[in-house]
């Protein structure tokens, strides 16, 4: 049984080869089967079965300017911000960090004052989440 955890564990990496066979006789088939389409198209005695414009024999032609459309990370919409695995991390960081100064420095009544503090931070926590939402909001 695997107990829940804050920290995300590395799964083991699965090493997994597919081979890629070639064959010269297809390769050459395939060139002159898209020579003679192209050629067909061209003369509009075949009309082309995807409706799309770009050439059949193009590979680059989906990838040339990509990057260049990227318009970086999106942000989350409506997702709250202590949700994320990150801030709570860096919470419980800080809380660690925060208690092992304050017993070098205080002693041990520091765990008093983070006890009443977590417990101030939990009721209002609750006091806001159990509060009914207005329905105009």
Do not use: C, W
């Not at 597919?18 to 390769?27: A, F, G, H, T, W």
């Not at 800080?94 to 101030?120: H, T």
């Amino acid at each position: 049984m695997k107990f829940p955890s804050v920290f995300r564990t590395a799964a083991p990496m699965r090493f997994d080869i597919k081979p890629r066979y070639y064959d010269p006789v297809r390769e050459e088939i395939e060139q002159r089967t898209s020579q003679i389409k192209k050629d067909l198209e061209a003369q509009g005695l075949l009309e082309r079965s995807d409706g799309s414009s770009q050439d059949i024999g193009s590979y680059g032609a989906g990838i040339r300017g990509s990057f260049s459309q990227h318009k970086g990370i999106k942000e989350r919409d409506g997702e709250n911000m202590f949700a994320s695995t990150a801030m709570i991390r860096t919470f419980i960081f800080l809380l660690l960090l925060g208690s092992i100064f304050g017993y070098v420095y205080l002693g041990p009544v520091i765990f008093e004052y983070i006890a009443y503090v977590a417990a101030l931070i939990g009721a209002i926590y609750f006091f806001f989440r159990l509060k009914p939402k207005k329905k105009n909001e």
